[in-house]
């Protein structure tokens, strides 16, 4: 039992090092859920208490516009201050739920730049303010472009994220599949080189940035986003391993250098990602599966209560319906339904019960 501990509420800088750096050395990851709006944050950091694990919470770009809300007409607006807002939420609330919260943005390729650029702006307005970063951490993922470009680009970006204490992470080979309109074709069964990142790859990555600030790399192996039909998922976590001794060994430095990041980990065989875990992952994406387990118990509930769907009262025995049609009662089965998957997720990733977080 580690003896680090850290207040609850959203880590940042130091606090976020200690918390990779932790969760590296006790052998867990953390899982990392996308959310789209106060009742998922709020889900995920319910969820993360019942568990006693800390946690990673994560916007995508239309997730940042869906929290802003769709009625905004200026889309790259929303998706700023989306983003600003739930950051703000979380900042506000985490720290009643007791345990520690990572507040990260997820993929944005070479057309979202300027999105990660207008966050940095609002974020250079709150370390100004508060002494401390809004988000931990932005991901820049720029794998579908050539990997000087990539790196030069993810470079001058942590640059500017050093001097807010923030984290960045960035992507080396492609995680196939489709995560909200960003990623590659998957090609199925095809035993494609990019699909595996090159370890020389990761080494360039390390010479480059590790001079400059804090950094995380997802590296692909055979991992895909969504969810495929059994079988399809070929993961090959010595991958990982061989691009931790690479660093290691031109380097000298201890074991497992790298901070390694798993996408694309929904349906994954539980064997798999442990042997990741045990080779420097400390974060492992969960999106699919957690919309699944919002939507499917709302969808059970509409299914037996129909008529309180299309009625307020009930047109033959006058059965009033406002307490099935009240949106809080179906949204906290949906709240419910994270909550319970996500327990799974803290135990597949061994993250249960190893919050650092004392108040
Ligand atoms: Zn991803």
């Given at each position: 039992m580690s003896d680090i501990t850290l207040k609850p509420g959203v880590v940042t800088g130091e606090g976020y090092n200690t918390l990779v750096n932790a969760a590296k050395a006790g052998g867990y990851a953390l899982p990392a859920v996308n959310v789209t709006g106060t009742n998922t944050i709020n889900a995920v950091m319910e969820a993360a208490a019942n568990a006693n694990s800390d946690i990673i919470i994560q916007l995508s770009n239309s997730g940042a516009q869906f929290y802003a809300g769709r009625?905004?007409?200026d889309a790259f607006k929303a998706k700023v201050m989306g983003a600003v807002a739930a950051a703000q939420h979380a900042h506000l609330l985490a720290e009643y739920y007791g345990i520690c919260v990572v507040m990260h943005t997820d993929h944005a390729n070479k057309a979202l730049i300027p999105w990660i650029e207008a966050m940095l702006v609002e974020g250079e307005k709150y370390y100004e303010q508060?002494?401390?970063?809004?988000?931990s951490s932005h991901m820049l993922d720029?794998?579908?472009?050539?990997i000087d470009f990539n790196l030069s680009e993810c470079a001058r970006i942590l640059e500017r994220m050093a001097k807010l204490d923030m984290s960045l992470e960035i992507e080396l080979g492609v995680t196939g599949g489709e995560e909200d309109g960003i990623g590659s074709d998957f090609d199925e069964g095809a035993d494609n080189s990019k699909l595996y990142t090159q370890p020389a790859d990761v080494l360039q990555a390390y010479n480059l940035l590790n001079p400059i600030g804090h950094f995380s790399v997802a590296a692909s192996f055979g991992n895909v986003h969504g969810v495929y039909k059994p079988g399809n998922v070929k993961l090959r976590p010595e991958i990982l391993k061989n691009s931790q001794t690479l660093v290691q060994q031109t380097h000298?430095?201890?074991?497992?250098p790298l901070h390694l990041v798993f996408h694309?980990?929904?349906?994954?065989e539980k064997a798999k990602i442990t042997e990741a875990v045990s080779y420097g992952v400390f974060k492992m994406n969960i999106d699919t599966d957690t919309q699944f387990a919002f939507s499917e118990p709302v969808g059970q509930f509409v299914n037996e209560n129909p008529k309180a769907f299309l009625y307020q009262?009930?047109?033959?025995?006058?059965?009033?319906?406002k307490k099935f049609y009240d949106p809080r009662k179906y949204l906290r089965l949906g709240e419910e339904g994270i909550i319970a998957r996500l327990q799974e997720a803290c135990d597949d990733l061994g993250s249960k019960g190893r919050s650092i977080a004392r108040s």
């Open positions: 009625g905004i007409e508060y002494g401390k970063p809004l988000y720029l794998s579908a472009d050539p000298g430095t201890g074991d497992n694309g980990g929904s349906g994954s009262v009930d047109p033959e025995d006058g059965t009033p319906y």
